[in-house]
């Protein structure tokens, strides 16, 4: 089961998704009564959190998702919304924290010039960024003109949390996570705040982490996967600008899989419900061969059994 929100006419809905629409899931619990005369208990909501694993209505959504699924060219006309005459929304619209993870693909550290270590000799690099980076799917990524010229993307596994979690095992994190979504962690690689400053030892770490809290710097979507349907350990990935392949990889090839990430946080930081962690990024970004994002160029990001996350750049 894949859930969106997004907005029509107006108003903001959650729905199904998939490649060949949106079906709004209070037109299918009305499509599904009329057809087989019983009612399915959906609570009036705008997130998505109860619709998924972890949430009040996951049983009654998964019910009905697999209706439509095998009703779709039954439905009634105008339930199906094609994707084009929708805004699809971040499927989390204000999450408490958004995480995302450093250094978690062993290509990615070299590409870059550094030696990736052995999971059992380091741990999850982790940071954070504030709200104001996310961006819908369709809205842009928008150069920052305080620093345009070295803007990069990162196409990243999202977890999205579906109960609190502190202090779980790696063996039970799974059982804390309401589904996976698609994330493009923006990046811009040469920040550098006061070019005449003073130069202080840690210059080059805030630097970098500056460069991670742009406006617009994390898109997210199209949806949300359903949890029970996912294996994050098995998920190709691939993310083209203009149409050119520029990462092909798989989630599998993490050094610190999902399950990690979550026993690794969740020590020291209470996990809350529709909490983001962005995994990491593999091999393959601009940075490696000097090519970054401009004005213009149209960003495409996919996770196999989510979807794709697309952006242009202004």
Known sequence: MRVCRYQHQ???HRGFYSEDGVVSITAAAKAYSQATGKDVAISESDSLLPLLPCGTDFEAANQLAAWV???RGKLPSGTVLALNDVKLLVPVATPNKIFLLAGNYAEHIREGGGVAAERLETFPYVFLKPITTLTNPGDPIRIPEVSPDHIDW???????IGKEAKGVSEADALKYVAG???????SDRRY???PDRKVRRNDAFFDWLHGKWHD???PMGPCIASSDTIEPEKLPMKLTVNGEVKQDANTG??????AAVIEFISRSVTLQPGDIISTGTPAGVGNTTGTYLKAGDKVEATIGSIGTLS???K
């Open 10 to 12: 107006g108003q903001t």
């Open 69 to 71: 699924d095998a009703n």
């Open 154 to 160: 990162e196409l990243e596994l999202g977890v999205v």
């Open 180 to 186: 996976y979504t698609v994330v493009n962690d923006v």
């Open 192 to 194: 550098r705040p006061n």
């Open 216 to 218: 617009t710097f994390c």
């Open 253 to 258: 090839q993490q050094i610190f899989p999902v």
């Open 311 to 313: 952006n242009p750049v």
